[in-house]
């Protein structure tokens, strides 16, 4: 199995530099003439149909072979990157619709992979390695802000969205062969379990509770989740997208710097996510009295604190003089604090749902977490345009402080679903 995990991961992480190349490039696009808003606009796009697309396959994860659906998504997203690579920037209708189809490619990736979690991992190490493939993402961006920098710089652009293309081609290939091999011997076997765990599913579902999507959406619980995911998703995707022109625009750094600042937000998630999910997993298995959800939580309005008081400290005590380590540090520990809470908002989604829900259920709150990101992109350019980077950083602030007072306060409220689901059982 480790050579799925492998595959997977690295994957995970050629889809996160596909979807961020554009992101890495947007100041030369606007040295090149592309208005601030139409940057946004596009961003906007990519992340509006990544939220759709994502919510779909989620939605329909149990009815699909998640390897197939994974790789289709992978070379979906590398042809519209490599389309967008010569497209000319004056057409904003046809940026737009290239990125958006981007974004519908992308929301296929993680869908699938958590499904094949979800069908190899044993409860015990779910969060885990949730938490560990997730961090694929953090993996590339740590890494791609420099490649894709040193390219700009010395190739252009296009040349730079190109590459992430072609590295998605080929990283599709091989995926394919990888996991045909690793998966595909046990196919029949697995359909069977497959068949079985849904039959038992769907009547432990039936006797329980008769959920529904309707009753997720209902549910003050999984409401709570999606808010917290909606607003750290928000916070991370301004800071990666936004992050390098507010320090250069703002607060007179170099793009180098910016750079850097990009890179080490995505170091410390790579970090911050892995160490949410063991950390979690542990805590569990100590307070075996607690229930994992108010565990996992717990977990989170500690790193939304520091999250909160790290946005606070770059705001006050980044200037023109500050020394480039205190920029990357500052990116390093919001990264772990951000990232943290987006992987256990991911864990605690998919665990708050009956099995035969749990697809669903985490599909609702990815479908917020993306509707963050839609957020950070045109409505946060609008305010930095007729107002600035600092007063969309001090809103961030405020707005994230408030949902964790919210979750600190309601970190031991239970999913509704679980709850009837126990005490038909009980009876």
């Known amino acids: 199995m480790e050579s799925v ?178 998966l595909g011997t046990d196919e029949n076997s697995n359909k069977e379990h497959e068949k079985s765990t849904q039959q038992k599913s769907s009547k432990e579902g039936k006797d329980a509770a008769d959920g529904s999507l309707i009753d997720l959406l209902l549910d003050p619980f999984l409401i709570m989740v999606s808010a917290g995911y909606f607003m750290v998703f928000c916070a991370r995707s301004v800071l990666l997208d936004w992050g390098q022109l507010y320090l250069i625009e703002d607060r007179g750094r170099s793009h180098h710097e910016g750079s850097a600042f990009a890179s080490s937000l995505e170091t410390g998630g790579f970090l911050g996510q892995i160490a949410a999910g063991f950390i979690t997993d542990k805590l569990i298995n100590l307070f075996t009295g607690s229930s994992q959800s108010s565990v996992r939580l717990s977990v989170a309005v500690v790193s939304m604190l520091g999250s909160v008081s790290l946005l606070h400290a770059l705001q006050v005590t980044v200037t023109e003089e500050s020394s480039t380590a205190w920029i990357t540090s500052l990116g390093f520990a919001l990264g772990a604090s951000l990232y943290g809470p987006i992987a256990i908002f991911g864990i605690v989604s998919t665990e708050s749902a009956p099995a035969h829900l749990s697809g669903k259920s985490n599909a609702v709150a990815a479908l917020a977490a993306n509707l963050g990101a839609m957020t950070s992109g045109f409505p946060c350019c609008y305010l930095a345009k007729h107002y600035s980077w600092s007063t969309v950083f001090f809103i961030l602030e405020v707005t994230t402080g408030v949902l964790l007072l919210i979750i600190f306060c309601f970190r031991n409220l239970q999913p509704k679903l679980l709850q009837k689901e126990a005490q038909k059982k009980e009876k």
């Open 5 to 182: 995990w492998v595959t997977l991961f690295v994957c995970v992480a050629c889809y996160a530099y596909n979807r961020k190349s554009v992101s890495f490039v947007s100041p030369k696009l606007i040295e090149d003439g592309l208005d601030r808003s139409h940057a946004g606009l596009i961003l906007s796009c990519q992340n509006g149909a990544f939220a759709l697309s994502k919510f779909i396959v989620g939605v329909l994860s149990d009815k699909t072979n998640p390897r197939h659906v994974f790789i289709f998504g992978l070379l979906l997203s590398a042809a519209a990157t490599l389309a967008f690579s010569s497209a000319p920037v004056t057409s904003i209708s046809v940026l737009c619709g290239l990125w958006s189809l981007n974004g519908l490619a992308q929301g296929c990736g993680w869908p699938s992979c958590a499904k094949i979690i979800r069908q190899k991992a044993s409860p015990s190490q779910f969060g885990t390695l949730w938490s560990v493939l997730s961090s694929g993402n953090n993996f590339s961006g740590s890494l791609s802000p420099f490649i894709s920098s040193y390219i700009v710089l010395h190739y252009g652009w296009r040349t730079s969205v190109f590459s992430a293309g072609c590295a998605s081609v080929v990283l599709g290939i091989l995926g394919a062969a990888a996991l045909k091999y690793s």
